[in-house]
Nanobody
């Protein structure tokens, strides 16, 4: 059974930093893409950052220069380093992964982790 488990959320002051982790487990033979999304109260879910198994990255304009996505293929874990956090970054952050499992590709979601930026 494939699972994605996120960690690292919490409360941080404006200007502070957090690092989120999302670890995939199970019988996975390939990682195609891992993506961080966020959803703030009353707003639609938005893509924050994505990384392919080959290391190609993509960021939302709102986080460019502040957030960095990276992946440890051996650990099947994706990280989101978030610096210079702003109150408007407050949201539930969720990890999604397109993985090779069995004979196909499947998309999986983690449970989400709350990030609150407030003084």
């Amino acid at each position: 059974q494939v699972q994605l488990v996120e960690s690292g959320g919490g409360l941080v002051q404006p200007g502070g930093s957090l690092r989120l982790s999302c670890a995939a487990s199970g019988r996975i033979f390939a990682i195609y893409t891992m993506t961080w999304y966020r959803q703030a109260p009353g707003k639609q879910r938005e893509l924050v950052a994505a990384i392919t198994g080959g290391g190609v990255t993509n960021y939302a304009d709102s986080v460019k220069g502040r957030f960095t996505i990276s992946m440890d293929n051996a650990k099947k874990t994706v990280y989101l380093q978030m610096n210079s956090l702003k109150p408007e970054d407050t949201a539930v952050f969720s990890c999604s992964a397109l993985l090779g499992v069995g004979t196909g590709q499947y998309n999986y979601w983690g449970q989400g982790t709350q990030v609150t930026v407030s003084s």
